[in-house]
């Protein structure tokens, strides 16, 4: 049914939202009030539940990241909430669904870290069944960040082995997660030791501590004949170890850079390994409505029978505590996603 006329729930006139003026630490990040606005044409209102921290938000408000921003800039990517109001030819959503939010096409303007968030109907998803607020927050991102390796290019089957550096990162643990449902091993490497023994309870086959370790020698160790796959979202030097300790003709994706300093193209451990490496952002998934239609279709059953959960940090954070949230996240002390909720 096409709605022609906007549809409202909440009573509310005004709500809090986070901003930023200037570059820098999660020290820049303040509080403001403003009108809520009634949602456009095939907009929906979310009122929302529970926000969830990316690394690249933190890269954002830091002015390191891909993308710009023009300030005062807002900040904030993915999350859960309710639809609240409902704009004129909005078909696909009703009031008091829960529903997911993408990351949006400008985070200055549209960052979703406020109460209410009016959003493209097309940025929205389902928000899983069977999971509470705060994995549901997570749920969408970190399993669409790997769908295209995992799923579409299947990289993940029975009998490989894929190593995942960030272990304690929300995409690694989904990734391992979705790599032991589809039958492949996983290796975690991660800095120091204090994360070791909650990556073994999450299930990784094999756990590397990169600061005591010799990386190289220890996938060869764990794999017999190297890894076969390497999911890379920190880069920096210690991309060329892990090329040490890869199969043949292995295949690297770097998504992400985490670790600041320069990443160097090792050309002579590729060509001896006979590795290929790329890189990945999960937004060429989200603005292909057909490959992303079948990326929902094939995670919600996955979502709701368990075979498939995210993992969200065990640290409470309200809205009112964002600041604190952000330092959690960036002290990488978490397991999982960081999550604000409202």
């Known amino acids: 049914m096409t709605i022609q006329d906007p549809l409202v729930s909440t009573a509310q006139t005004t709500m809090r939202l986070l901003e930023f003026t200037e570059y820098g630490g999660p020290e820049v990040l303040d509080k403001a009030t403003i009108d809520i606005a009634e949602p456009a044409a095939r907009e929906v209102r979310v009122r929302m539940k529970a926000l969830a921290l990316n690394r690249?938000?933190?890269?954002?408000?830091?002015?390191?990241?891909?993308?710009?921003?023009?300030?005062?800039?807002?900040?904030?990517?993915?999350?859960?909430?309710?639809?609240?109001?409902?704009?004129?030819?909005?078909?696909?959503?009703?009031?008091?669904?829960?529903?997911?939010?993408l990351p949006p096409d400008n985070e200055s303007t549209h960052g979703y870290a406020a109460d209410f968030n009016n959003v493209p109907q097309e940025k929205l998803l389902p928000a899983p069944d069977g999971l509470a607020d705060r994995q549901a927050a997570t749920a969408w991102v970190p399993f669409l960040t790997i769908y295209h390796h995992f799923v579409e290019k299947g990289l993940a089957v029975p009998g490989r082995w894929i190593v995942l550096p960030a272990a304690s990162s929300s995409v690694s643990l989904a990734a391992n997660s979705l790599a032991h449902h589809l039958g492949a091993k996983t290796?975690?490497?991660?800095?120091?030791?204090?994360?070791?023994?909650?990556?073994?309870?999450?299930?990784?086959?094999?756990?590397?501590?990169?600061?005591?370790?010799?990386?190289?020698?220890?996938?060869?160790?764990?794999?017999?004949?190297?890894?076969?796959?390497?999911?890379?979202?920190v880069g920096?030097?210690?991309?060329?170890?892990?090329?040490?300790?890869?199969?043949?003709?292995?295949e690297i994706n770097v998504?992400?850079?985490?670790?600041?300093?320069?990443?160097?193209?090792?050309?002579?451990?590729?060509?001896?390994?006979?590795?290929?490496?790329?890189?990945?952002?999960?937004?060429?998934?989200?603005?292909?409505?057909?490959?992303?239609?079948?990326?929902?279709?094939?995670?919600?059953?996955?979502f709701k029978s368990g075979q498939i959960a995210p993992v969200a940090d065990d640290q409470l954070f309200t809205f009112d505590q964002s600041v604190e949230a952000f330092q959690h996240m960036e002290s990488n002390t978490q397991l999982g996603k960081v999550i604000v909720s409202f």
């Open 255 to 302: 998504y992400g850079v985490l670790d600041s300093a320069e990443t160097p193209l090792p050309v002579f451990a590729l060509m001896n390994s006979g590795a290929t490496i790329g890189c990945y952002m999960v937004y060429e998934l989200l603005v292909d409505p057909t490959r992303l239609r079948a990326a929902i279709d094939y995670y919600l059953p996955l």
């Open 187 to 233: 290796i975690g490497i991660t800095r120091t030791v204090a994360k070791k023994a909650a990556l073994e309870a999450a299930g990784y086959d094999a756990v590397i501590i990169s600061e005591e370790e010799d990386i190289s020698a220890r996938l060869l160790e764990i794999t017999g004949e190297g890894a076969d796959f390497v999911f890379d979202p």
């Open 236 to 250: 920096g030097p210690q991309l060329e170890k892990i090329i040490g300790g890869v199969k043949r003709g292995a």
């Open 56 to 101: 690249s938000n933190a890269l954002f408000r830091s002015g390191t990241y891909v993308f710009e921003a023009s300030f005062p800039s807002r900040i904030g990517t993915e999350g859960v909430g309710e639809v609240d109001a409902i704009g004129a030819d909005v078909t696909e959503y009703v009031i008091g669904q829960r529903v997911n939010l």
